[in-house]
């Protein structure tokens, strides 16, 4: 597997390369987040590393942006332990996080664990769902529009599935946060609105209406389209 190690503290990226090299992984390593997605585009990661304090371009962004075209599993690395930093890089689309000081075998459990999941998936793609013209496969978490795959985050995707089960019915603030994030989120609600946005303007380059996630004003949203 090529794992991609984006961290500027030289002594953490020698633990984990080494490391990471013993279980006969592949890596390749970038110091400067600025260079952190033509090394993404060259090296075509199986699985990326990524810190979130980063000279010239944080972790952030770069996840952000990665997600874009990419569902390559991310695990951030931050040397905070503030619930913000955790919830902002599992919003923006990271698999999950590790908190400095951490054991390599901490980090490769975590590496194996997301594998087991994903090829779970994999191996259970079979039930897919529909939402309007959108096929949502939910083994692999997956949506496509005439054959091209939406790239998209977990939470994009439940909150998409969510709207499938229940058609028709108006989610609020709320309902999402508690359907989707869970009933221990202590976020702000506003993530939704930044979620749905995000789901609009992928929705809409993939070339759908962009009324098909209906804002009902005072209530939530609902899906909009007809079938």
């Known amino acids: 597997m090529k794992v991609l190690i984006v961290e500027d503290n030289k002594q953490i990226i020698d633990v984990l390369n080494r490391f990471l090299k013993e279980a006969n992984h592949e890596t390749a390593v970038v110091y400067d987040g600025g260079k ?3 090394s993404f585009d060259s090296f075509k990661p199986d699985f990326i590393l990524l810190d979130i304090m980063l000279p010239n371009v944080d972790g952030f962004e770069i996840c952000r942006r990665i997600r874009e075209k990419s569902t390559v599993p991310i695990i951030m690395i931050t040397a905070k332990s503030e619930d913000a930093d955790r919830i902002l890089g599992l919003e923006v689309g990271a ?3 590790i ?3 951490f054991s390599p075998e901490e980090v490769l459990s975590r590496i194996n664990a997301i594998l087991r999941r994903i090829h779970f998936e994999n191996d259970h793609p079979q039930k897919v769902i ?21 790239v998209l ?4 995707f439940e909150i998409l599935a969510l709207f499938a089960k229940y058609p028709n019915k108006v989610f609020n603030r709320n309902n999402l946060l508690d359907a989707v994030w869970g009933y221990d989120y202590y976020g702000d609600s ?3 609105d930044s979620h749905i946005k995000r789901l609009r303007a992928k929705i809409k380059k993939a070339g759908i209406d962009n009324d098909s996630i209906e804002t009902v004003w005072g209530e939530g ?7």
């Open 221 to 227: 949203y609902r899906w909009g389209r007809e079938e």
């Open 130 to 150: 529909k939402l309007g013209e959108i096929k949502l496969h939910l083994g692999n978490r997956k949506a496509f529009y005439e054959s091209k795959e939406i």
């Open 99 to 101: 908190v400095k000081p």
């Open 95 to 97: 698999d999950d996080y």
């Open 153 to 156: 985050t977990k939470k994009e």
């Open 36 to 38: 952190a997605l033509a």
């Open 190 to 192: 506003r993530t939704v």
